[in-house]
């Protein structure tokens, strides 16, 4: 009965130590070059992936006939589905949550947004008005794009629209640039031309507030966000994050053109060209993450040619891979984040001790 007793707590002991282990940031993260897999490697040009459960989406250019489609794969069952409708050749820039994508879509003169709902398999119209609605993002119920009145041009208001009340409303016309809005939660965030550089700035959904999350004289444009956590991308010098609910920021230092800042959880991946690009092959575009809790950059991929524009969901990483047929012929691969073996020895070891220590 002691023994049991003794049994017990030395477990508790131990989970208790593994925790607290995960706690201080020991939980260090890897990817493993050769758990690499390919998730579309057709033909032409798939590019602009976006990621949500076993639900992957991405921008495709099959073939020679110059149209561009949406399409999306099942990671578990690997069912590929064409979601843009036969009327469609000029669709981008996806993004998906819960089995709901949305893109913009050229088919009627001027970008509109679309979605597919691949619950009930069908595509419809989800906004439709004058002008550009332009590079979508979805969470929940919202969703939110760039506006401009006609190409080309940078866009210069960010909108949102309500899925249940079917209404659309302005989240920022500001004066100057919007660039690419993110949304998790009520917080939708963009980077913004309006100081005369790329600052980055959001908007609190319930709180009906603009945020001013990141501004000063470096180049701030690619931001994402993802619960309280906002990452966005500091000129050449690195990532920055900013805690919205405690208002700390950290810069992570990292060299390069760093740019389609993705997160989920602690996790950020972006795209990184580091030297400047030139004819050596090391200065191409490669995929880097970054760990904010245990405060650690890893490589996810760093093959030949060009990747970029990552997305994550949990510990899925998918990006656009050119190294077959180079940045026009490129092909869709994903590869997994797990915790760094030498990590997962440390904890076992550690376990180790307190059982004998008790025996
Ligand atoms: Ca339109
Ligand atoms: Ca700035
Ligand atoms: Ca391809």
Not at 168 to 174: K, M, R
Request: proline share 4%; charged share 20%; net charge negative.
């Amino acid at each position: 009965m002691e023994r049991e007793g003794r049994n017990l707590i030395s477990t508790a002991v131990v989970m208790f130590w593994m925790v607290n282990l995960c706690n201080a940031g020991l939980d260090l993260t890897y990817v493993d070059p050769t758990t690499e897999f390919a998730i579309a490697a057709n033909s032409g040009r798939q590019s602009e992936p976006a990621i949500w459960g076993d639900w992957v989406a991405w921008c495709e250019r099959r073939g020679t006939d110059g149209g561009y489609d949406i399409y999306a794969e099942n990671l578990s069952t690997n069912e590929e589905i064409k979601l843009t409708g036969p009327s469609s050749s000029a669709a981008s820039y996806p993004d998906i949550y819960d089995g709901l994508v949305v893109w913009n879509d050229w088919r009627n003169g001027d970008s509109d947004i679309y979605q597919y709902d691949l619950r009930t398999r069908t595509e419809s119209i989800l906004y439709s008005g004058p002008g550009e609605q332009v590079w979508p993002a979805i969470y929940g119920d919202t969703v939110v794009w760039a506006y401009r009145d006609s190409m080309p041009g940078v866009p210069e208001e960010v909108w949102g629209y309500s899925i249940s009340e079917d209404e659309a409303f302005l989240i920022s016309d500001s004066e100057g640039y919007k660039w690419y809005p993110d949304i998790s939660g009520d917080i939708v965030v963009w980077g913004d031309f309006r100081n005369g550089n790329w600052d980055i700035y959001g908007y609190d959904l319930s709180a009906h507030t603009e945020l001013e999350i990141a501004s000063g004289p470096e180049y701030q444009r690619s931001a994402a966000v993802h619960g309280d956590r906002v990452a966005y991308e500091h000129g050449n010098q690195g990532i920055g994050i900013y805690d919205l609910d405690s208002g700390t920021r950290m810069i992570h230092e990292s060299q390069g053109a760093n740019d389609n800042i993705a997160i989920y959880g602690e996790i950020i991946v972006w795209g990184s060209m580091r030297g400047g690009r030139g004819p050596d092959t090391d200065r191409t575009y490669n995929i880097y993450g970054y760990n904010a809790v245990g405060d650690e950059e890893f490589p996810i991929c760093v093959s030949p040619g060009d990747q970029g524009g990552p997305a994550i969901y949990e510990n899925i990483v998918v990006w656009s891979d050119g190294r077959l047929g180079g940045w026009w012929e490129a092909d869709i691969y994903g590869n997994t984040v797990v915790p760094e073996p030498a990590s997962i020895l440390l904890v076992s070891f550690g376990g180790l001790v307190l059982l004998r220590k008790r025996s």
